[in-house]
């Protein structure tokens, strides 16, 4: 597994640095030992206000209350040097830094309870990743395998993008997928689809068969009339594009059924080959519209080989001038260390190439053929 955006990434800490406490600190020196050495007619005591409202972007509340509190120490310093606390003027500045300190300390409350509930919200939406995407083996039967899932949204742990892999008689079965939208519909769709695979790859024999329990599974959910309730994608706007593989253990091929979804490429020998198939099927859930064969088509897979499973994320993304990835092109050389090696290359060139923020999500699969 090749560690993704949403997996293992190190999540920003919100605790004060000692270097930015220093900076609140260091103004309230700097603004009382000017105040108390201007001329009368000068008055630098509302600065020290700044530091307590700089305090609450980075500290919490009582780190923020406890700079608003020298702040108020300080002016009262500078009021007792220049004149008196009970001065006219010096009161309303106490007065006044009391007040803001207040306000930039409930402010930090709220910004750290925020804080709280989104890590909570990313813990939620990484067990319901671990449940909904489960991470692929390394290794099944001859095949190594490498995975990864880059999420668009950095506070998003997971989406419609879809893979799985499944181990039957004789070889191992895979699926790649990419629901239509964003959001909770999405994730849903997805859930589905990935459910009825695990549910049915072990017991339908023929991959075309798999296909049409697929199709009949998401046709059945996106026809709901309950599935749009919110409004969000009536009937017939719901889809699923996919690519099923059936990879022998022993024969060095695989078998391929693509509805609707990026051509697999197959790496051998450094250079790049895509899977087309001749007859492509619409995507999941529009096949009832049109009359399809469930053709399965062959393509030779032999040891060192490496297939790439991916969504449109990857060939979809942009760089500032608007040119797509040119994915093709870009891992022809990049099969030497397998399939994590490739990975690895691939999502480094990717995150480059679109500037570090991709506009769709993206999911990819590697899988090498070992010598048995």
Not at 101 to 128: D, P
Not at 301 to 309: A, N
Not at 327 to 337: C, D, H, K, P
């Amino acid at each position: 597994m090749v560690p993704g955006r949403l997996r293992g990434a190190p999540r920003p800490s919100w605790e004060p640095h000692h270097a930015l406490l220093l900076v609140p600190i260091a103004l309230i020196a700097l603004v009382t030992v000017v105040d108390i050495l201007a001329p009368p007619a000068v008055h630098l005591g509302p600065f020290l206000v700044a530091a307590p409202a700089i305090t609450a972007s980075f500290a919490g509340p009582r780190t923020t209350a406890f700079v608003g509190v020298l702040a108020v120490l300080a002016q009262a310093v500078v009021a007792m040097a220049r004149t008196t606390l009970i001065d006219l003027n010096h009161s309303f500045q106490l007065i006044t830094l009391i007040l803001i300190s207040g306000f930039a300390t409930f402010f930090a409350h709220l910004r750290e309870r925020h804080e709280k509930e989104v890590t909570q919200l990313r813990s939620v939406a990484e067990a319901a990743q671990q449940v909904v995407l489960r991470p692929l083996p390394q290794r099944i039967g001859p095949l190594r395998i490498a995975s990864v899932y880059l999420a668009a949204e950095s506070e998003a742990q997971i989406g419609g993008d879809l893979y799985a892999a499944a181990r039957i008689a004789g070889g191992t079965r895979f699926v790649i997928g990419d629901a239509r939208g964003k959001g909770l519909a999405a994730i849903g769709d997805a859930a589905l689809l990935l459910g009825a695979f695990r549910g049915a790859a072990h017991r339908q024999a023929d991959l075309a068969a798999l296909v049409a329990h697929l199709e009949g599974a998401a046709s059945s959910d996106l026809d709901d009339p309950g599935a749009s309730a919110d409004g969000a994608e009536g009937p017939g706007e719901s889809f699923i594009t996919a690519a099923v593989l059936d990879v022998p253990d022993e024969a060095p091929d695989l078998h391929l059924i693509n509805c609707g979804h990026p051509s697999p490429l197959l790496l051998r020998d450094g250079l790049v080959v895509p899977l087309d198939v001749r007859r492509p099927l619409p995507p999941l859930g529009l096949t009832e519209f049109v009359e399809c064969d469930l053709s399965v088509e062959t393509f030779a897979f032999e040891p060192g080989d490496i297939v790439l499973l991916y969504t449109d994320g990857v060939i979809e993304a942009r760089d500032r001038a608007g040119t797509f990835y040119p994915l093709q092109e870009r891992v022809a050389t990049w099969s030497a260390g397998g399939p994590d090696a490739l990975l690895g290359r691939l999502c480094g060139d990717l995150l480059r190439h679109a500037g570090g923020h991709l506009g769709d999500d993206a999911a990819m699969v590697a899988i090498e053929r070992m010598p048995i």
